[in-house]
Antibody, heavy 129, light 107 residues
Framework: QVQLVQSGAEVQKPGASVKVSCKTS????????LHWVRQAPGQGLEWMGW????????KYAQKFQGWVTMTRDTSITTAYMELSRLRFGDTAVYFC??????????????????????WGSGTTVTVSS | DIQLTQSPSLLSASVGDRVTITCRAS??????VGWYQEKPGKAPKLLTY???TLRSGVPSRFSGSGSGTEFTLTISSLQPEDFATYYC?????????FGGGTKVDIK
């Protein structure tokens, strides 16, 4: 079955970087974009951006431009999200989630394909001095 | 950016109740709205998309409706496992955005 397995919890100091991984299985890695969404403690969901695993193309929410980097390794069907210059406000659970659109059949660059049908279990990132 | 406003933010209900959650968009989003259920410590789960399409495996007591700027998620008969927080999401345009959430708890 389709699975997204994320890396373990991280504790980082302010100003450091963190890199979270999302290992996928059970489907064609290149066939679906992958999103990153975060949730601060007690707060709602915040979209960070997506990566096209087939090409490495990325699209980031403006808030995260210059601050987040999404990459992938197709050989191990894994996506990564790196957040730099961490601040206390970056303490959150970071989720990867698969875009529902099948890129072999639809234009996955169209936002209409970007509801999220499978989610990873989340990675807690704590920024603490 | 398209803002999504959910109401109410907290809803107290009993098992068997009919529950309706509203999501209002700051501009028209056609039919490009989805609903998710989130339980504490768990990842969100997709319930509906395209306004009213129920994801495979989701109980039929869940339904979505609406158009343009106002959308609703209805649970026809609340079950114990439905106590959770619900989020709407628009995928009409970038940036993708979520509503602030509606927590459904036990009355």
């Amino acid at each position: 079955q389709v699975q997204l397995v994320q890396s373990g919890a991280e504790v980082q100091k302010p100003g450091a970087s963190v890199k979270v991984s999302c290992k996928t299985s059970g489907y064609s890695f290149n066939g679906h974009f992958l999103h990153w969404v975060r949730q601060a403690p007690g707060q709602g969901l915040e979209w960070m951006g997506w990566i096209n695993p087939a090409t490495g193309d990325t699209k980031y929410a403006q808030k995260f431009q210059g601050w987040v980097t999404m990459t992938r390794d197709t050989s191990i069907t894994t996506a990564y999200m790196e957040l730099s210059r961490l601040r206390f406000g970056d303490t959150a659970v970071y989720f990867c989630a698969r875009a529902a659109g099948d890129c072999t059949r639809v234009n996955c660059y169209d936002p209409s394909q970007h509801y999220m049908d499978v989610w990873g279990s989340g990675t807690t990132v704590t920024v603490s001095s | 950016d398209i803002q999504l406003t959910q109401s109410p933010s907290l809803l107290s209900a009993s098992v068997g109740d009919r529950v309706t959650i509203t999501c209002r968009a700051s501009q028209g989003i056609s039919s490009y709205v989805g609903w998710y259920q989130e339980k504490p410590g768990k990842a969100p789960k997709l319930l509906t998309y395209g306004v009213s399409t129920l994801r495979s495996g989701v109980p039929s007591r869940f339904s979505g409706s609406g158009s343009g700027t106002e959308f609703t998620l209805t649970i026809s008969s609340l079950q114990p496992e439905d106590f959770a927080t619900y989020y709407c999401q628009q995928f009409n345009s970038y940036p993708l955005t979520f509503g602030g959430g509606t927590k459904v708890d036990i009355k």
